[in-house]
């Protein structure tokens, strides 16, 4: 049972260059999300998704596209990279409603800097 | 709206002494309550949770906080601070009808000293 698993742990990016942030879970859970985390900032979610096909923004979604297309995968797509996305993000996943006390299982961070 | 606000960006303590870090927030409807804890480059790892029942909970490695909802406060305690104590220590909100969604606060720095 790997848990969440996020790819690249780290990556830099030039300007304007497009990638994908791979985030997947072999727990079957429903709830899947992104986060990233800034200095002094917390954790600010990104966008989120309810089940396959249902994806929904967050507090901060400008510059980032996802997809579910499956239960397990959650792609985070930066568009077009620009260096105020540098940061840590975090995939995130929750079984549904009332197993396991709602518990969000959280992946290990990948490393983003965009010069 | 959720919010979260944790009052102290860095907080140092002695080795042995009582670790305290505050953490008040704002829900319209009953939250459901973490402690997660961060350790230098790793991802989070989860301390704590209130969601109903006792409103002290007991968490690992000797953390406890306790849920106030008159004071719409959850802070988070611990006896006494060890060495590895030592990380930056996030606390967040939910609303179990909001997808998993968790709001969090700025984070508090825990420096532990010998």
């Known amino acids: 049972n790997a848990g969440v698993t996020q790819t690249p742990k780290f990556q830099v990016l030039k300007t304007g260059q497009s990638m994908t942030l791979q985030c997947a879970q072999d727990m079957n859970h429903e709830y899947m999300s992104w986060y990233r985390q800034d200095p002094g900032m917390g954790l600010r979610l990104i966008h989120y998704?309810?089940?396959?096909?249902?994806?929904d923004q967050g507090e901060v979604p400008n510059g980032y596209n996802v997809s579910r297309s499956t239960t397990e995968d959650f792609p985070l797509r930066l568009l077009s990279a620009a260096p105020s996305q540098t940061s840590v993000y975090f995939c995130?996943?929750?079984?549904?409603?009332?197993?396991?006390?709602?518990?969000?299982?959280f992946g290990e961070g990948s490393w983003l800097t965009v010069v | 709206a959720q919010s979260v606000t944790q009052l102290g960006s860095h907080v140092s303590v002695s080795e042995g002494a009582l670790v305290l870090l505050r953490c008040n927030y704002s829900s319209s409807v009953p939250p459901y309550l973490f402690w997660y804890v961060q350790y230098p480059n790793q991802g989070l790892q989860l301390l704590l949770k209130y969601t109903t029942g006792a409103t002290l909970v007991k968490g690992i490695n000797g953390f406890e906080a306790e849920f106030k909802k008159s004071e719409t406060s959850f802070h988070l305690t611990k006896p006494s601070a060890h060495m590895s104590d030592a990380a930056e220590y996030f606390c967040a909100v939910s609303d179990n009808n909001q997808g998993g969604k968790l709001i969090f606060g700025q984070g508090t720095e825990l420096s532990v000293k010998p």
């Open positions: 995130a996943s929750r079984p549904p409603s009332g197993y396991s006390g709602n518990t969000i299982y």
């Open positions: 998704s309810v089940g396959a096909g249902i994806t």
